[in-house]
């Protein structure tokens, strides 16, 4: 008599483990993000220094993009997609954006300044490297 492969289980228990990856994945990001601020720069495949002041004011001394630690904490990873097995990770203050995409133009109703890109947020190989390893791990799981 012939074994018989149950398919069906097998997507399953894929399935199950993938699901289970999302929030490792998500709190990975999080982690990952937030040491962005630490390192003042965005870790890609080399960390990407953050553009310094222009001016050494009373600001001088502290970290870049740190005044209350708002914008940091503000990293959420909140929408959990288990259909599309997908994670968002965000900000949702209105500045976060500024920040991180840097800005031309008026904002806050003053005059024309340039706002230096500071990306603390984003697509990163690192990041990638990562995920993946949660995923490997949890995929070997569900073949055990």
Known sequence: MANKFDMG???KQ???QLEASLVLMGRTAKTFF???FRKQGFDDK???KWTPRKKADKRAGRA???KSGDLRRSIRFDTVNKNNLSVRIASDLPY???HNDGLMGNAWGKAPFKMPKRQFIGDSYQLNEKVKKIILNNLNKAFK
Do not use: G, M, P, S
């Open 9 to 11: 289980k097998v997507e």
């Open 14 to 16: 894929v399935r199950t």
């Open 34 to 36: 937030y040491d962005n």
């Open 46 to 48: 080399t960390v990407t």
């Open 64 to 66: 870049i993009l740190v």
């Open 96 to 98: 976060a954006k500024i």
